[in-house]
């Protein structure tokens, strides 16, 4: 607790998607998230839904004005070694992502069908344990 007398627990990131299909094909096929839940207001209004892996949570929204296209978040992993090793062997057409060392992290962005850049990065002392 600071001395203002509250505590910031969390973050949870808007995405703004396009297309249902194609977000579930990243985010759940590709990325391994669950889905944790969906809302519509009403049958044809855009979806709102949550996603989570681990501790992760993004919400993803076909709403207008929820969040601007093509924003970059940065999500810290561990074993990122691994976690690279499964997308490859995924074989996705679309995506094969690598590294980049930068400000003393090993970083793996990859950019989903929208153009929202999602950065993996796990600090290289961690590594070296």
């Known amino acids: 607790m600071n001395n203002k007398g509250f505590y910031v627990k969390d973050v949870t990131p808007i995405l703004r998607i396009f297309d249902v299909e194609k977000a579930k094909a990243f ?3 590709f990325l391994e ?3 944790d839940w969906e809302h519509r207001y009403e049958e044809n209004f855009p979806l709102y839904m949550q996603v989570s892996l681990g501790s992760c949570k993004l919400h993803l929204s076909e709403h207008y004005g929820d969040s601007s296209p093509g924003v970059k978040i940065r999500i810290e992993v561990e074993a990122i070694h691994v976690l690279q090793e499964t997308l490859l062997l995924k074989e996705d057409k679309y995506c094969r992502p690598d590294f980049e ?3 003393g992290q090993l970083e793996m962005t990859i950019t989903d069908p ?16």
């Open 27 to 29: 985010y759940l096929n």
């Open 101 to 103: 060392e930068a400000h």
């Open 114 to 129: 929208f153009g929202n850049q999602i950065c993996f990065f796990e600090p290289l002392q961690e590594l070296k344990k």
């Open 33 to 35: 998230f669950a889905l």
